[in-house]
């Protein structure tokens, strides 16, 4: 069984910084592409931001040039440094990974609260 655990959310104030944490562990054979999404209230799930096996990144228009994707692939887990958050950035935040075990199959976090607010 595989599981995602998410950590590093919670409340910080506008312009503030937070870093997200998704560690993988159970039968994993190799992990291809990572990333980020969030889904504020009332709205659909969006995605944040992407991460290949091999360091190729992707963000949405709304987080590009504050938010940076990386990955330690020796420890199967993903991060999210957030920068210059807004208050738009509040959001329960998801991990998301595509896990050989050895089918490949999609796996999601339980996901982490991000509250920006003064």
């Known amino acids: 069984q595989v599981q995602l655990v998410e950590s590093g959310g919670g409340l910080v104030q506008p312009g503030g910084s937070l870093r997200l944490s998704c560690a993988a562990s159970?039968?994993?054979?190799?992990?291809?592409?990572m990333g980020w999404y969030r889904q504020a209230p009332g709205k659909q799930r969006e995605l944040a931001a992407v991460?290949?096996?091999?360091?190729?990144?992707g963000y949405a228009d709304s987080v590009k040039g504050r938010f940076t994707i990386s990955r330690d692939n020796a420890k199967n887990t993903v991060y999210l440094q957030m920068n210059s958050l807004k208050p738009e950035d509040t959001a329960v935040y998801y991990c998301?990974?595509?896990?050989?075990?050895?089918?490949?199959?999609?796996?999601w976090g339980q996901g982490t609260q991000v509250t920006v607010s003064s």
């Open positions: 159970g039968r994993i054979f190799s992990i291809h592409t």
């Open positions: 991460i290949t096996s091999e360091g190729s990144t």
């Open positions: 998301n990974a595509d896990i050989m075990t050895p089918a490949l199959t999609v796996y």
